[in-house]
């Protein structure tokens, strides 16, 4: 097929088709007069192309979508799209405070701190790999958008940074790599949100949360101690990752530091030490599940 009726078949202009040769993103075949031969595979690729531009994504962006045949590069950038959908917010609540008479050197350090938040969500989603990289990223995107106002949260800021840039590659087994994949290749950036939420309600009141889920949490343990359990790819990545945090120092220096810098996640991880005592106080085989896992 030549430019012209691929032009039409796409719905694209020469001009971008040419252009997106230029980038090395399709490379039709050359015909002996010179012309060039696009062919099903060309044209496929180039409605993808389409529909990625429109949705945003650049060349670059584009090409590393084309590279990966896992799907990981889509999710990672759902997942940014996401975070730049609600720091794109907290700029219209900003702009809409200074219709309404506020001094702009009072939203410097709200500015700021977007600037900062997006540099830390930013090296998560760097750090940690496929679906944990992007459950943590949003996780703690929430508790990013407060400004630095005092020493101690500047130096737990660069602490942050400090642990993020210089953390070891986290690396799974192939057929650990494999099982993540396939297990998680459904959830989408609104499926990890929702599980926040619903995480956040359950720690807010334990009780209720106790109480109505009550025979989903006593089938829950009995898997937990289960050989079924034990023996699946699940178990094994919860304790590899287990220790890479222990080891890396997530626990002992990125966790305070995040208490540090933000007071709404050092209240967070409060209500959740209070959750977890009252679900230890139910369940004591609990605490006998995680010493066996350590």
């Known amino acids: 097929m030549l430019i012209n009726q691929t032009s039409k078949v796409t ?11 230029e980038q090395g993103l399709i490379s ?7 012309y060039r031969d696009f062919s099903e595979n060309d044209v496929e690729c180039l409605n993808k192309i389409s529909i990625l531009r429109k949705l945003g ?34 700029r219209k609540n900003i702009l ?16 700021k701190a977007i600037e900062q938040g997006r540099t830390i969500t930013d090296r998560l989603l760097d750090a940690f790999p496929g679906y944990y ?22 130096v737990a800021y660069q602490e942050i940074l400090e642990f993020l840039d210089n953390i070891p590659s986290l690396h799974f087994a192939k057929e650990l790599q494999d099982y993540l994949i396939e297990y998680t290749q459904h959830s989408s950036s609104q ?12 720690i807010e009141d334990p009780d209720k949360f106790l109480s109505e889920n009550k025979e989903i949490l006593e089938q829950y343990l009995a898997f ?33 530091a995040m208490k540090r810098l933000s007071a709404s996640y050092a209240e967070y991880y409060r209500q959740m ?22």
């Not at 719905?11 to 040769?21: F, P, Q, S, V």
């Not at 039709?28 to 010179?34: C, K, M, T």
């Not at 889509?74 to 917010?89: A, C, G, M, N």
């Not at 702009?104 to 709200?110: G, I, L, N």
């Open 133 to 154: 990289g992007r459950f943590i990223c949003l996780h703690f995107a929430r508790f990013l958008n407060e400004p630095i106002k005092t020493k101690e949260q500047l």
């Open 57 to 90: 994504l650049s060349t670059e962006e584009i090409k590393t979508v084309f590279a990966d045949k896992t799907g990981s590069t889509l999710q990672k950038l759902s997942v940014q799209k996401e975070l730049t959908i609600q720091r794109e917010q907290v």
């Open 28 to 34: 039709p075949a050359i015909l002996d007069n010179g």
């Open 224 to 256: 937990k101690q289960s050989d079924e359990y034990k023996n699946s790819p699940i178990f094994t990545m919860q304790n590899l990752l287990k220790e890479f945090n222990r080891a890396s120092g997530y626990y002992d220096v990125f966790i305070p």
């Open 96 to 111: 809409d405070q200074l219709a309404c008479g506020k001094s702009y050197s009072d939203v410097v350090a709200e500015l």
């Open 273 to 294: 030490e209070l959750a977890n005592d009252k679900l230890l106080e139910q369940y004591p085989e609990i605490a006998k599940l995680n010493c066996s896992s350590e």
């Open 11 to 21: 719905i694209l202009t020469k001009k971008a088709i040419e252009y997106y040769i």
């Open 191 to 202: 499926n990890i949100i929702d599980m926040i939420e619903n995480t956040k309600q359950s």
